[in-house]
């Protein structure tokens, strides 16, 4: 039996505004697998993936590896849980390429050759070593997307958490970025309305709609369900 790296139980987030966005999930993902999480907007896939590494706290239980989500172990979580957001324009901030990429790696404090050695290996992860000392914001969307991936990559993450991940890319990007999933072999957790994204790369899948878990099984089962994909807006 895989050992499970996240256990999400009975959990409820509401927004400040009273938008109720997820209602009692229970979730479990086992190492090594990739989960994809599927429903129509609105339905809480992303705020699911905030609550991963304590970005938002709702009301139940979460337990990332042998860490509870609690304050004191935030940190410590943070750094297992990669989180890609949707907009990469939310992941990059800083100056360069370098600069967005070693963010992470200075913030655990690790030594300035180990700094260099990360970003390295996460910019050739993605292919993107070769943009280095670039702007951030003069990338193309989709070298922001892969540099995005890298932010988290330098870290060296146990779980991967995308969301989005081929949002707004054009086909060709597409291949290259579901490519690229492929070869990371993390525990990865993928948001998405791209049921091609999820039958090439991910074994599991839950179905989200209205805050709530409301299917759950392999992709196989799921995908080939015309009915209950189209009950959730899917089809
Ligand atoms: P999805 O990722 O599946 O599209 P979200 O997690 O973004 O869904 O949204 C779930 C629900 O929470 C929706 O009703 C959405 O309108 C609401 N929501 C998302 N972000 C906020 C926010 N910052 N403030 C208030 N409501 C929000």
């Known amino acids: 039996m895989p050992k499970k790296v996240v256990e999400i139980k009975g959990l409820n987030y509401s927004y400040p505004d009273g938008t109720i966005a997820l209602r009692n999930v229970s979730l479990d993902v086992f190492e090594g697998e990739s989960l994809g999480i599927i429903g129509p907007n609105g339905a809480g896939k992303s705020t699911l993936l905030l609550h991963l590494n304590g970005i938002l706290k709702g009301d139940g239980y979460i337990r990332i590896s042998d860490l509870e989500m609690e304050d004191k172990n935030l940190f410590r979580i943070r750094s297992r849980v ?9 992941q990059l901030f ?6 967005d990429v070693a963010f992470g790696p200075i913030n655990m404090g690790l030594p300035k050759g180990k700094v260099e050695e990360s970003v390295s290996e996460a910019l050739e992860e993605v292919d993107m070593l070769s943009s280095i000392k670039r702007l951030s914001h003069h990338l193309s969307f989709g070298e922001k997307k892969r540099v995005s991936i890298a932010t988290v990559l330098s870290m060296n993450p146990e ?35 791209d049921l091609g994204l999820v039958s090439e790369i991910c074994s599991r899948i839950a179905i989200f709609d209205r805050g709530e878990v409301v299917a759950e099984g392999s992709v196989q089962d799921i995908l080939g369900n015309g009915d209950l994909l189209e009950a959730h807006g899917l089809a």
Do not use: W, Y
């Open 159 to 193: 779980i991967l958490a995308l969301d989005e991940p081929s949002g707004n890319l054009d086909p060709k990007h597409r291949r290259e970025l579901i490519n690229l999933l492929k070869e990371l072999n993390h525990t990865k957790i993928i948001a998405t309305h």
């Open 94 to 99: 800083m100056p360069t390429v370098f600069d």
């Open 82 to 90: 990669g989180l890609v957001f949707q907009d990469p324009d939310n």
